[in-house]
């Protein structure tokens, strides 16, 4: 849970943030500390990485990052998603420094605090303008699709099949995602 203060952070307070292995973001202005990824997350994540980057790169399409980057939301938005694209078109976003502004696709794979992904990231990547927003399950098998509508996210059923139209011909078996 969020500490409860009365002066919002910025990416400046987050940027003096010690490096102890955690995942610091700032959202909204709080602080969050989330702890390692557990090691069936970390195989999701590895795999999806994988496909992506290999779609993405063959297919010229962008870019795909993983953690450890910043996005920088907004003044008081910062946060480190587990993976994230960004098409070519939207490049203009990625700095030397972190990204400036709403990806095209984040993801957050669920590891200890499903409430954290499910609304408060939720929220804030609504906020942002983030085109797709995908939270994956490890534990169900299972992946939540949230497409932008207008100024909203609209979920979106899946299927045995991971596919997007940020990304014209890719897909990717949910079973080879949780093999």
Do not use: C
């Not at 990485?49 to 910062?78: C, K």
């Amino acid at each position: 849970m969020a500490p409860q203060t009365s002066i919002k952070l910025t990416y400046e307070d987050y940027a003096t943030i010690p490096d102890d292995g955690r995942r610091h973001e700032i959202i909204d202005g709080e602080h969050y500390v989330n702890p390692a990824p557990n090691i069936k997350h970390q195989t999701v994540s590895m795999r999806l990485a994988a496909a992506l980057y290999n779609f993405v790169t063959a297919n010229s399409l962008g870019q795909v990052f993983h953690p450890r980057i910043d996005v920088v939301l907004s003044e008081y938005d910062v946060v480190e998603p587990d993976l994230l694209f960004i098409s070519n078109a939207r490049a203009h976003i990625i700095t030397a420094k972190n990204i400036q502004g709403a990806p095209d696709l984040i993801v957050e794979i669920l590891s200890s605090n499903r409430d954290y992904d499910e609304r408060l990231k939720y929220r804030t990547y609504e906020r942002a303008g983030v085109a797709e927003y995908w939270i994956i399950d490890p534990f169900d098998d299972t992946v939540t699709i949230f497409r932008r509508a207008g100024t909203r996210f609209q979920r979106i059923e899946t299927t045995d099949t991971l596919t997007t139209p940020l990304l014209p011909g890719f897909a990717l078996s949910l079973r080879s995602l949780f093999a």
